[in-house]
């Protein structure tokens, strides 16, 4: 109901405390993992490859920690805000609008950010959105009426999107061109780790009290801190890239749908997987445990992934994981009561694949799309994204009011079918393909704005500075050189547009 509110309590959400043998295993599988990486790591230091990453580091790490906090408050709000709900037993659909309304923010604030920055500069645009959202969070607080918090949502969402392309501004300007690449892979596991400490932190802190609030505020203040005393001049202000809807409608309306049903799935799993686990009996440690091992799924993933997207068909890769996706979803979807040790193994097999469906998106797209267009590419791609991710949140929500929390991942597996369905591999003639395809594949971060494009290894740095640096005056050549697309491309046949 519009006029409900909330009461604060001390305690957890008062579901079971008792994990069982999965807690066990995940906390040891995550340690061999943790344990086998930083050997690599450190093996790496010793190699031309190690010397390149301790200079991108030194040169980066206050901007990769300015992100890392901004995720972990980011994450850790998000988990929190949907457990509060719960334990307050909140319908679902309140908590899928509270995502929704981060998305909506976001998406605003891509539209707005670059206005903020041009007028006041980098670093005092940066202070005061991170004001801003330190404020609104602390708002969630201070007022319980739920309508209020969809509102703090949006300001959150526009805030931190107004961040995110201060710092992306800063790497672009401060990256060597041959050095994008592994700066933009920086940035993508600064963006998965704040994710899952983000998490980790209901682990330790169980309690749903205002302390966590307090804990996301300071987070933000932090973030503040390696920007607002950093000596470096500013770099150019970057605009967000040109749009062409029409022609990337037309030319790659199969990596389209699958961005889009990426935004659907994610966009869902983010905003109610923490109340899907808390009605299914888990503890607030093991809400945080289980969201922490499935956002790391994301980022372990991206590393075979890019093996594989390198050497076979994107296309049928794709598909390929859509059929996983649904595969490994369906127990969760048809199962009201899960096992605890099959709800973490298929959350964290979920999650696996739904986190490769973007990444294999976007290579495949840029595939098809001449060089010159890759810009206006990811900011299409960013867009479609994001109206998947406002949207699928308020589906899934009243999905799981009137149908049952099972209905998440019944809504997740729906959509796996529909890409099933969609992408196909062999209406992809390649009339289109660039000669240099298949481009190299780029592991994408967590979360970013659309000037991230300016830091994406296959976007040529010459294209950026024109089309995000320099002014360019709007011209319609979509229509012309669009009619015969990944219609023609990726070219599905007429009746399959």
């Not at 006041?120 to 708002?139: F, K």
């Not at 996983?324 to 979807?333: E, F, K, N, S």
Request: charged share 15%; proline share 5%; with cysteine.
């Amino acid at each position: 109901m519009p006029g409900q509110s909330l009461s604060f309590k001390a305690g957890g959400s008062g579901v079971g405390k008792h994990p069982g043998t999965c807690f066990f295993i995940c906390i040891n599988c995550k340690a061999v993992i943790f344990t086998y990486a930083f050997k690599q790591f450190f093996h790496q230091l010793k190699e031309p490859f190690g010397t390149l990453m301790r200079q991108i580091w030194k040169s980066f790490r206050a901007l990769y920690f300015a992100a890392l906090m901004m995720l972990i408050g980011s994450g850790l709000l998000s988990t929190y805000l949907a457990l509060r709900l719960a334990a307050d037993h909140v319908d679902s659909l309140w908590v899928g609008a509270l995502m929704a309304a981060n998305y909506f923010g976001l998406a605003l604030g891509g539209k707005i950010g670059h206005r903020l920055i041009a007028r006041v500069g980098h670093i005092r645009a940066y202070a005061t959105c991170a004001g801003i959202v330190g404020a609104a969070v602390l708002g969630h607080g201070l007022v319980s009426w739920l309508p209020a918090w969809v509102l703090l949502r949006v300001i959150v969402g526009l805030g931190m999107m107004c961040q995110y392309m201060v710092i992306e501004s800063w790497l672009n300007e401060q990256a060597d061109a041959k050095q994008r690449g592994a700066v933009f892979s920086g940035y993508m596991i600064a963006s998965y780790l704040g994710l899952v400490l983000g998490q980790l932190i209901l682990v330790a802190h169980p309690q749903l009290g205002l302390e966590l609030l307090m804990l996301v505020a300071m987070c933000f203040a932090l973030c503040l801190v390696p920007v607002a005393l950093t000596r470096r001049i500013h770099p150019a202000p970057l605009r967000p890239a040109p749009m062409e809807p029409r022609f990337f409608i037309k030319r790659v309306p199969q990596s389209l749908s699958t961005v889009l049903g990426a935004g659907l799935i994610v966009g869902s799993f983010y905003g109610l997987a923490p109340l899907y686990a808390s009605k299914q009996g888990l503890s607030t440690e093991q809400v945080g445990l289980f969201m922490g091992c499935c956002i790391f799924a994301g980022l372990l993933v991206q590393w075979p992934l890019g093996w594989l997207s390198d050497r076979y068909d994107r296309a049928l890769l794709i598909r390929s994981v859509a059929v996983g996706l649904a595969i490994v979803a369906l127990p969760l979807a048809i199962m009201p009561s899960v096992p605890l040790e099959v709800l973490f193994v298929a959350g964290f097999a979920v999650s696996l694949l739904q986190f490769c469906l973007y990444p294999l998106a976007v290579a495949f797209s840029n595939d098809h799309v001449e060089g010159e267009r890759r810009v206006s590419l990811t900011a299409m791609l960013l867009v479609t994204y994001g109206v998947g991710a406002s949207i699928g949140p308020l589906v899934a929500g009243v999905l799981m009011k009137v149908l049952g929390n099972q209905m998440l991942y019944a809504f997740f597996v729906f959509f796996a079918l529909v890409l099933v369905w969609r992408i196909r591999p062999k209406a992809v003639t390649g009339l289109h393909q660039v000669d240099d395809a298949p481009l190299h594949h780029v592991a994408m971060p967590a979360a970013g704005s659309p000037l991230s494009a300016a830091l994406d290894p296959r976007v040529d740095e010459q294209v950026v500075q024109d089309q995000m640096q320099t002014p360019v005056a709007a011209e319609d050549t979509e229509a012309q050189e669009g009619d015969d697309a990944e219609v023609v491309t990726e070219e599905v046949k007429p009746t399959q547009v």
